[in-house]
């Protein structure tokens, strides 16, 4: 879903003349003969998949070994959790510290500007749709375990011991296991002569099988679970904890213990000059304090790793670790045409037609 938020300062109907259209910080409550917007700073969408898998030992487990020869079945219940991925989606959210207000005067060509729902500026004298991140994708519920009684005969359900339970169970086991074998070698007396009937007999087998072993194998759920939450980066930083990671609770929150550190980096891409002090170039951004702000922002290596794994990189600009310059206002005062559209998640210039 995208949406944008036009505002037309003063009707828009003007007409040209040495007026300016006036660009001030932002003042909440003595704005009303302007439009407010902000400038965006950078926050991630962290979106953690995880696998869940619970075991559940099987109830004749202790007979495992003796009747189906397995070895090293579960014994306890336990669940484990791992990562499958880890995504990375910026955003804009409203910089406070950059806030600022178009003011309209009579006779002076004011811009069209196209606002985020959040008041982020997106354009001005151009169309510019609002873009929405997309849902957080649903995880995968584990399937349904199966029910071994309702696999079982009457003499099964009635049997004195677990001993003998077992003993019964194993032996149907091999039962089904040997009529399986004689389908598929076509020796069986009910053989049918349709190959989707032989299919749906052998996996009606099949289902059998794996519910009468359970009760000496044990069983195994697996889900995915999903983890989404936000991060506003505020530094450049080597190493910071994201979240924890705990084999056995999941994503766990930073402070945690229980959990092993997963860690941010954000590096700058060296992309951006650095700023010298020039008496000259001073002076003439003074002279050009009315005008439209925007964002230069600096361009960042972002990634999430563990100390065994790396999990996602992603190379992205943001607005909060660049600088912020001025659009003058002599292109909207003096040039009606002019047509400027800026990233959303980060407040750069995406285009400027004349």
Known sequence: MKRTLFIVGMMLACTFSKAQTEVGNFVPGSTLDGVNYFLPQTALRITVVAEKAVVTPGELNKYAFRYLRLKDVPTESNTTWIIKSITLEPYGIPDKAKAYNVKVKSKTVAPL?????????????????????????????????????????????????????????????????????????????????DGAQLKLMLDQLDIQDRALSQLFSGSKQTSTEVFSFNYLPSKETEREILFRFSQYSGVVDKDDLSGQPVYISI????????????????????????????????????????????????????????????????????????????????????????
């Open 113 to 193: 500007v196209g606002l985020t729902r959040d008041g982020i500026l997106l354009s001005i004298n151009a169309e510019a749709e609002e873009t929405i991140l997309p849902a957080i994708p649903q995880g995968t519920p584990a399937t349904a375990a199966l029910n071994p009684k309702q696999y079982m005969n009457q003499e099964m359900l009635s049997a004195g011991s677990t001993a003998k339970l077992a003993e019964l169970c194993a032996q149907e086991i091999y039962d089904i296991r040997e009529s399986r074998n004689a389908l598929v070698r076509g020796e069986a007396d009910n053989t049918p002569k």
């Open 267 to 354: 590096k700058n891409n060296g992309n951006l000059p650095a700023i010298e002090e020039n008496p000259e170039t001073d002076k003439k951004k003074t002279k050009m304090e009315r005008g439209i702000y925007y964002n230069v922002p600096a361009r960042e290596t972002i990634s999430v790793f563990d100390l065994n794994h790396s999990y996602a990189s992603l190379e992205c600009s943001m607005g909060q670790f660049g600088t912020t310059e001025i659009l003058s206002d002599i292109l909207f005062d003096k040039r009606p045409t002019t047509r400027v559209t800026f990233y959303q998640e980060n407040g750069g210039v995406k285009k400027l037609e004349q």
